[in-house]
């Protein structure tokens, strides 16, 4: 390790510096002999650094694969045409996989795979009029809920849990969930502490009690029931999430649920900032 005095603007030079110089030679050093540049360097971007970017590498990969797949029609079919057709439906489709996988969430802010998997559930519903907020602050707070939907059967708060497979899930006489040997009560009080609190929020400026349904969507080990209600929240296995939410009662008009929608981007900050 470097034991030399760190600047704060990062050089390795001390921050008290005295020359052994004689005062008639700093004096004479202190003039300037000749006007110097006031600009910076340029530094250029070389090819290679350019070719890392992730889109540069996204847009070769594209174009790889529709060369590939172009030169392969066009030889089975001994048509060149059909092979330009076919490279570019290959690039078309492959660009549009990569845009419907993509999370609106970005990578550095995930915590993991769960919120991902969850939110793709989700988004199938917006063709039934289902709209959803992710990783919503709670105010005051360092709680998160990773999924806010609200729709015609109501609102929910989902929290997405990335479990080891390898520990069972028990629940001990309706009332504690246990993940192998651990007891999981204070994620259970954090998710049911969590919507009542977006709920509060969200009734006092819409007028009236608006009830937020707390969930964990658990990820990894197996979850030998199909949905529990433990402590007044809903367990179940993460890749039933869509249908807990769809198997209700109609009880939002689409008027409600866009009025809801809007308060709840209000009154739950983005955890992360507006994208």
Known sequence: MDSDIQREDGHNA???????????????????????????????????SLLQQPRVRRLRNRAI??????????????????????GVLAAIAEAIYRARSN?????????????????AQ???LERNGYRTLHARAIPDSEAQIDH??????????????????????????GKKLYHGPFDMKPRINE???EASQASELISRSFGREVSVVPSLAIYGPQVPWKIMTIRGVDV????????????????????????????????????????
């Open 14 to 48: 001390s921050p008290i510096w005295v020359s052994d110089k004689p005062e008639s030679e700093q004096t004479a050093a202190a003039k300037p002999s000749a006007p110097t540049s006031t600009y910076a360097p340029v530094k250029r971007v070389s090819v290679r």
């Open 191 to 193: 998710a049911k502490w």
């Open 148 to 173: 806010l939907v609200v729709g015609p059967t109501g609102v929910y708060a989902v929290d997405s849990e990335k479990w080891d497979k390898r520990l069972p899930v028990r629940v001990q006489m």
């Open 122 to 124: 989700l988004r199938k």
């Open 236 to 275: 179940y296995q993460g890749d039933r999430a869509r249908k807990w939410i769809t198997k209700r009662e109609r009880a939002l008009t689409e008027g409600e649920i866009d009025r809801i929608y809007d308060i709840a981007a209000q009154v739950l900050p983005a955890r992360y900032g507006e994208d």
């Open 65 to 86: 694969l529709a060369v590939v797949v172009g030169l392969v029609v066009g030889f089975l079919v001994g048509d060149w045409r059909a092979g330009v057709t076919a």
């Open 103 to 119: 999370s609106s969430v970005p990578a550095w802010r995930r915590t993991s795979v769960a919120e991902r998997r969850t939110e």
